[in-house]
């Protein structure tokens, strides 16, 4: 909290206690009605003997990428996002039946940059931001709190000299009534915890007396609602769950528990088609039923297809890819086709000076003639390293300030190059495809050959060897001890 004391008026607030009827009321209280009384603070613009300011929204692949890469000697960070960390979202779907600790794919935000945590102009704000004011250049945001017993969340404001929008986006529900009441995303560490919980908590509930054998199989009927990869993997991890922890750990009711994937067209719709035979072959053999559908309404124990089907459910997970945020809605910027922020080749925002964005909240204008990029993780982390060398270039140049670099020449556009998808389908099995793009020849493979691929690629790719140490170690233990079923 001290990181305020130059936004916050505390003179102000120690007056209030001095005065207060009770002496004893909790300062939390006094402080609460104090923020939602006064203008919202604001951390002014930059002097001419301070370094420009840099704000990121968001803490992201693209938005963590740019932080590392970033010259810290040229600007101050202010990170402003709802979480303090990143999440390596390609191993999520391991955290969720125990296989890696959710510990092993959240990167903190200090870590990563460790100038937001020492330098006395650079900072990180756990809030949200609710508005950008372009002609002021400063972003409006909210404190993110835990709840009613906390403090009340309360408004401040932000100038920048420079912007990166890095929100990303959020899950589709394509308007199905239901689908954020009763589903789990499968996108952010929480996430990843309330399925396990209520995994667990199903098959202990399930061995209760008096429990009748179409609620048992209700209770532990998983439905995966999207055959993308996070649908697939995380079909795969519940396979291996079921065949190597359920029929130990849960002898009672190890018939009972069943994995449906539901899929509106062919699941990994990006691979090589014979991939894609590969990964339904070896999902069916696992037990995973493929269920080819569209989802037409989600009720709290069921969901109901288009042709009328009723599915039973006691989890649900929704991995159907992402769409544009809200608050990229309500920006009032130039958006691509599909709502995202509208960004040319250098990944400016047009009209709006000073303003950029990576990542999946972004896309192409139609007038640069280039195709919306997927909304994958290494777009995004192309993007974030791209930006930095390209603010790196600007500030060195003297355009570091606001509406100073007008007249910079910017070198090169960002051009993305594919690296090739990887999955995993469990039992030690996996995907690798390396072609550039579905149209064009390139090595593709699957199998155990692939699965040590994918495993080495993503444990060299894990941002820190503090994680690469707790992810390794995780998976000796997953194999020599089994997975982690406490529901804690």
Not at 410 to 433: E, I, N, P, Q, R
Not at 455 to 466: C, Q
Request: proline share 5%; aromatic share 8%.
């Amino acid at each position: 909290m001290y990181r305020f004391k130059n936004i916050l008026s505390v003179p102000t607030i120690k007056h209030t206690l001095a005065h207060h009827s009770n002496p004893i009321t909790p300062t939390l209280s006094v402080l609460s009605r104090h923020l939602t009384t006064t203008p919202p603070p604001l951390l002014g613009p930059t002097k001419p003997d301070q370094k420009p300011r840099m704000v990121v929204l968001g803490s992201g692949w693209g938005a963590c990428r740019l932080m590392k890469e970033i010259d810290t000697k040229l600007y101050d960070i202010v990170c402003v996002s709802p979480r303090n960390h990143m999440v390596f979202t390609p191993l999520l779907a391991s955290t969720c039946v125990g296989t890696l600790e959710f510990r092993s794919v959240a990167e903190p935000i200090g870590r990563i940059q460790p100038a937001i945590s020492k330098e006395p102009g650079s900072f990180f704000f756990l809030a949200n931001c609710s508005a950008v004011d372009t002609k002021k250049k400063e972003v409006h945001c909210r404190t993110v709190t835990d709840g009613i017993k906390t403090l009340n969340p309360w408004d401040f404001k932000i100038s920048y000299d420079k912007l990166v929008i890095a929100s990303g986006a959020e899950a589709s529900t394509f308007g199905i009534k239901g689908v954020k009441e009763h589903a789990i995303f499968l996108r952010e560490v929480h996430h990843a915890q309330e399925i396990r919980r209520k995994l667990l908590l199903n098959l202990m509930l399930s061995d209760i007396p008096g429990v009748s054998e179409e609620e048992k199989r209700r209770l532990l009927h998983i439905v995966v609602v999207g055959g993308g990869p996070t649908g697939v993997e995380f079909s795969g991890e519940l396979s291996d769950f079921i065949t190597r922890d359920v029929r130990q750990g849960y002898a009672h009711v190890k018939d009972y528990i069943h994995v449906t994937l539901i899929e509106a067209n062919e699941i990994l719709s990006s691979f090589d088609d014979r991939l894609r035979t590969y990964a339904t072959s070896h999902l069916t053999k696992a037990g995973v039923r493929l269920v080819r559908g569209i989802v037409k309404d989600v009720h709290p124990q069921k969901i109901i297809l288009t042709d009328g089907t009723s599915v039973p459910y006691g989890l649900l997970v929704w991995s159907t890819g992402v769409g544009p945020s809200s608050f990229v809605q309500a920006l009032d910027v130039p958006k691509s086709p599909g709502g995202r922020i509208g960004v040319d080749e250098w990944m400016r925002v047009p009209s709006v000076p000073d303003v950029f964005a990576v990542g999946d909240c972004c896309g192409y204008l139609e007038s640069t003639g280039k195709h919306v990029l997927p909304a994958l993780a290494q777009v995004a982390e192309r993007q974030g390293k791209y930006m930095a060398n390209l603010l790196n270039v600007i500030a060195k140049a003297g355009g570091g300030r606001a509406d100073a670099a007008q007249q910079i020449q910017l070198g090169d556009s960002f051009v993305y190059k594919h690296l090739g998808s990887m999955a995993t389908v469990g039992s030690y099995k996996a995907l690798v495809d390396l072609r550039q793009s579905k149209e064009t020849k390139g090595l593709s493979m699957a199998g155990f050959v692939s699965w040590i691929i994918w495993r080495s690629a993503y444990l060299t790719r894990l941002v820190s060897w503090r994680n690469r140490l707790y992810v390794a170690v995780n998976w000796a233990t997953t194999f020599v001890f089994g997975r982690d079923i406490n529901r804690i």
